[in-house]
T-cell receptor
Framework: DAKTTQPPSMDCAEGRAANLPCNHS???????VYWYRQIHSQGPQYIIH???NNETNEMASLIITEDRKSSTLILPHATLRDTAVYYC???????????????FGQGTRLTINP | GAVVSQHPSRVICKSGTSVKIECRSL??????MFWYRQFPKKSLMLMAT?????????EQGVEKDKFLINHASLTLSTLTVTSAHPEDSSFYIC?????????????FGQGTRLTVV
């Protein structure tokens, strides 16, 4: 799986949009970009994923650059409960055992300040 | 999203004893389950992948005889830490994925904090 690079930490004011960047310059054509987050002492929570088009759901928006070498996760109106470690993972989608595993990097520790 | 439940959420055991952690998919059939370990202020590290009815595939450096994984049904996988020692103290997290009709996303349990004293 392609490696990703994320800033180790970020701060954002409550109510503002939080923009979390991720670089994945070696991404392959069949690899998707996934975002998960982990609130302290809990299991990771799926947020969103995309291939090349921008995606939006009830939690966030995912903006992928045209060359697919980087992406940005956007939390439109951050709340204190959005404080967590956010992981950007690049992975090919496959039904083959082993190819399905998610490999986590260090992620970005996002702190939402009141 | 789908629900994955881990039990117990927290366990303290004596050194040398074994501890079993359960991971259940509550509203879907999980043909594949993953077990992760996470040390304080570190990222999740994949330990093994298991498919229902077959032996688990362990990541390099993970002792299969120490971390026994059983995936006997489509809704239950267990991780047994045998002869636990203080260095096994960690946060253990399972993840489950179904396979109905195509690709699905992985859902995670809430984790089990193991403390070996």
């Amino acid at each position: 799986d392609a490696k990703t690079t994320q800033p180790p930490s970020m701060d954002c004011a409550e109510g503002r949009a939080a923009n979390l960047p991720c670089n994945h310059s070696t991404i392959s054509g069949n690899e998707y970009v996934y975002w998960y987050r982990q609130i302290h002492s809990q299991g990771p929570q799926y947020i969103i994923h995309g291939l090349k088009n921008n995606e939006t759901n009830e939690m966030a928006s995912l903006i992928i650059t045209e060359d697919r070498k980087s992406s940005t996760l956007i939390l439109p109106h951050a709340t204190l409960r959005d404080t967590a470690v956010y992981y950007c993972i690049v992975r090919a989608r496959s039904l083959i055992q082993g190819a399905q595993k998610l490999v986590f990097g260090q992620g970005t520790r996002l702190t939402i300040n009141p | 999203g789908a629900v994955v439940s881990q039990h117990p959420s927290r366990v303290i055991c004596k050194s040398g004893t074994s501890v079993k952690i359960e991971c259940r998919s509550l509203d879907f059939q999980a043909t594949t389950m993953f077990w992760y370990r996470q040390f304080p202020k570190k990222s999740l590290m994949l330990m093994a992948t298991s498919n229902e009815g077959s032996k688990a595939t362990y990541e390099q450096g993970v002792e299969k005889d120490k971390f026994l994984i059983n995936h006997a049904s489509l809704t239950l996988s267990t991780l047994t830490v045998t002869s636990a020692h203080p260095e096994d103290s960690s946060f253990y997290i399972c993840s489950a994925r179904g396979s109905w009709g195509g690709y699905t996303e992985a859902f995670f349990g809430q984790g089990t904090r193991l403390t070996v004293v």
